[in-house]
């Protein structure tokens, strides 16, 4: 199975995602993410999140949703999208196949001030999907 987080700026939310969602698959699936506008590079505060959990960062990075569109792509059964405005705000999907389709809206955590209360925030969004992710693969 393969599962796509999906944003618009691919730093935060969809990253977390999809980290938890490949260490909950252990092989069984893959997992990416992507976003409409990405911004360029992984948030600071996720990378730290993920760090704290145990969770391996290496060769993450803010990916357009271009990237799959292409034939080359992989076929995505699940698309999950984790904007935080309305699911017709978030990108549109145009690559392989016809996956099934989960909104979960979420706030963004990039979007919090203060250090302490950054983290904060950044936890509880590890923490939710986590949990959602859980039941959802159970």
């Given amino acids: 199975m393969n599962i796509l987080f ?5 730093s935060a939310r969809s990253i977390l995602g999809e980290v938890i969602c490949n260490e909950l698959l252990a092989g069984q699936g893959i997992a990416y993410s992507a976003g409409s506008k990405p911004v360029g590079e992984v948030n600071p505060a996720a990378i730290i999140t993920l760090k704290n959990h145990g969770n391996s960062t290496h060769g993450l990075y803010s990916k357009n949703i271009d990237e799959f569109t292409k034939s080359s792509a ?6 999950i999208s984790v904007c935080d405005n309305a699911a017709s705000d978030c990108p549109v999907w145009l690559g392989n196949g016809e996956p099934k389709r989960l909104h979960w809206p979420m706030a963004d955590p990039a979007s919090v001030t203060g250090l302490t209360e950054k983290a904060a925030a950044f936890e509880d969004t590890y923490q939710i999907l986590k949990s959602k992710l859980s039941e959802l693969l159970s």
């Fill in 74 to 79: 992989p076929k995505i059964d699940l698309l």
């Fill in 6 to 10: 999906l944003c618009t700026g691919n």
